[in-house]
């Protein structure tokens, strides 16, 4: 009986994930989240000091 619960829980959690990455990329979340992020993105790049020697 134990491992046959075991085997059941990796079952829907397995599922889960696959359902979850699944979401992902069909709504295209991860790109909506970086175009929210890049002003922060790019306002912290732009105080980064640059070596200026060529």
């Known amino acids: 009986m134990g491992f046959l619960h075991i085997l059941l829980i990796l079952a829907i959690v397995a599922l889960c994930l696959f359902v979850l990455t699944f979401l992902v990329y069909f709504f295209n979340l991860d790109m909506k ?22």
């Open 33 to 54: 989240l970086t175009a929210a992020l890049a002003p922060w993105f790019e306002k912290h790049y732009d105080k980064v000091d640059r070596d200026k020697h060529l």
